[in-house]
């Protein structure tokens, strides 16, 4: 079993929509939870962080933890085309980090 | 502009044929780090490093060397690459770790391996 698993989609959604993107984790010793965002050949860039459960809002971003589920999400609300990239979810504790396979996002006008 | 740069940013070898990939930083970032990239695999972490001098391997560190000699720099070396290591490299940094909210990734570096 990966240690993070994550739906490499691809997710397609209307200009407007209301995007949920999921990761589940096997260990619970992982502390931190991140998003990176990666367009299309570049390198990812951290978009959220957090190290709780419960919610964390940055704009149109939202990052939702539930540890005792080891569920972590990403909502993106009244999501744009410029939106359209990769996602990445990723866990970490001390210097060990891990990442999702990444879901590829497009978001059509 | 803070930046992690790489090169080169495309790269077709041969097996067996040594090479490195190199990596600068300009933030002052003591940690840095190599990831491969492969499709429905995600980032995989190769190795990593906390401070000068101080290195440490990570998920898939198998045929590849690093060093720090200095802060800034942060080198990959394939001594004898194989196809199998046919993939998308990023280096990244950041302050303190992984986690750092000024984590910075490079542009990336495409390897073909033939």
């Known amino acids: 079993q990966k240690e993070v698993e994550q739906d490499p989609g691809p997710l397609s959604v209307p200009e407007g929509a209301i995007v949920s993107l999921n990761c589940t984790y096997s260990?619970?010793?992982?502390?931190?939870f991140m998003w990176y965002r990666q367009y299309s050949r570049k390198g990812p860039e951290l978009l959220m962080y957090?190290?709780?459960?419960g919610n964390k809002e940055d704009g149109r971003f939202t990052a939702q933890v539930d540890k005792s589920s080891k569920y972590i999400s990403l909502f993106i609300r009244d999501s744009q085309p410029s939106d359209s990239a990769t996602y990445l979810c990723?866990?970490?504790?001390?210097?060990?980090?891990?990442f999702g396979a990444g879901t590829r996002l497009t978001v059509k006008p | 502009e803070a930046q992690v740069t790489q090169n080169p940013r495309y790269l077709i070898t041969v097996t067996g044929k040594k090479l490195t990939v190199t990596c600068s930083q300009n933030?002052?970032?003591?940690?840095m780090s190599w990831y491969r990239q492969d499709p429905g695999l995600g980032l995989r972490q190769i190795y990593y490093?906390?401070?000068?001098?101080?290195?440490d391997k990570g998920d898939v560190p198998e045929g590849y060397k690093v060093s720090r000699k200095e802060k800034r720099n942060f080198p990959l070396i394939l001594e004898s690459p194989s196809p199998n290591q046919t993939s998308l490299y990023f280096c990244?940094?950041?302050?303190?770790?992984?986690?750092?909210?000024?984590?910075?990734f490079g542009q990336g570096t495409r390897l073909t391996v033939v």
């Open positions: 957090t190290y709780s459960s």
């Open positions: 990723a866990i970490q504790t001390g210097a060990d980090m891990r």
């Open positions: 260990n619970s010793a992982f502390q931190y």
């Open positions: 490093s906390m401070n000068v001098e101080v290195t």
């Open positions: 990244a940094s950041s302050l303190s770790g992984p986690g750092d909210t000024e984590a910075f």
């Open positions: 933030m002052n970032h003591e940690y």
